[in-house]
């Protein structure tokens, strides 16, 4: 029996978006490997890492 494993993203930000991407591109690789993507967020809503967020970082200091 092949024992796939769980994988946990810490936070959705961009590099956990990115990192999500590439997972999912190289998928026929990882399949037999990999079970449950399970991603964690304290915020309601995935994509804005802190240095684009309005409510952490003022305007002068937002990256982009």
């Known amino acids: ?3 796939r ?3 946990a993203i810490v ?3 961009p590099s956990a978006i990115y990192l999500l991407k ?3 591109d190289e998928m026929d690789l ?3 490997h990999l079970g449950k993507i399970h991603i964690f967020e304290k915020n ?4 804005m890492g802190m240095p684009y967020n309005p409510r ?3 305007r ?5």
Do not use: C, Q, W
């Not at 309601?44 to 994509?47: M, S, T």
């Open 56 to 58: 952490t970082t003022d």
């Open 11 to 13: 936070g959705s930000g």
């Open 5 to 7: 494993e769980h994988l």
């Open 60 to 64: 002068y200091n937002m990256a982009n």
């Open 30 to 32: 990882l399949r037999e």
């Open 44 to 47: 309601g809503f995935a994509g």
């Open 22 to 24: 590439h997972l999912l």
């Open 1 to 3: 029996m092949n024992r």
